[in-house]
Nanobody, 120 residues
């Protein structure tokens, strides 16, 4: 059984900051890659940011320069520091993880989502 525990969402004013965390636990050997996606009402889910175990990062164009993703490999945890938040960042943010299980197969998992609301 694998769980992704998300935390850190909430309500913030435009220009403010939030930090999201996602910790993977259970029958896993290690996290190969973790990241965040978001989905706003009426829109498709989109990549926010992702990081591989080796430290390579990828960002959605709309968050470059404002958001920073980082990971603690020992804790199988990923963090998303969100600065200079805008109302258009309002969405449900989902943690995504590609995890190497104890059977040495890689599986993809999604968190339940955490709401981020940015007021103008």
């Amino acid at each position: 059984q694998v769980q992704l525990a998300e935390s850190g969402g909430g309500l913030v004013q435009a220009g403010g900051s939030l930090r999201l965390s996602c910790a993977a636990s259970g029958s896993i050997f290690r996290a190969n890659a973790m990241g965040w996606y978001r989905q706003a009402p009426g829109k498709q889910r989109e990549l926010v940011a992702a990081v591989t175990r080796g430290g390579s990062t990828d960002y959605g164009d709309s968050v470059k320069g404002r958001f920073t993703i980082s990971a603690d490999n020992a804790k199988n945890t990923v963090y998303l520091q969100m600065n200079s938040l805008k109302p258009e960042d309002t969405a449900v943010y989902y943690c995504n993880a590609r995890l190497l299980a104890t059977n040495l197969y890689e599986y993809e998992y999604w968190g339940q989502g955490t709401q981020v609301t940015v007021s103008s």
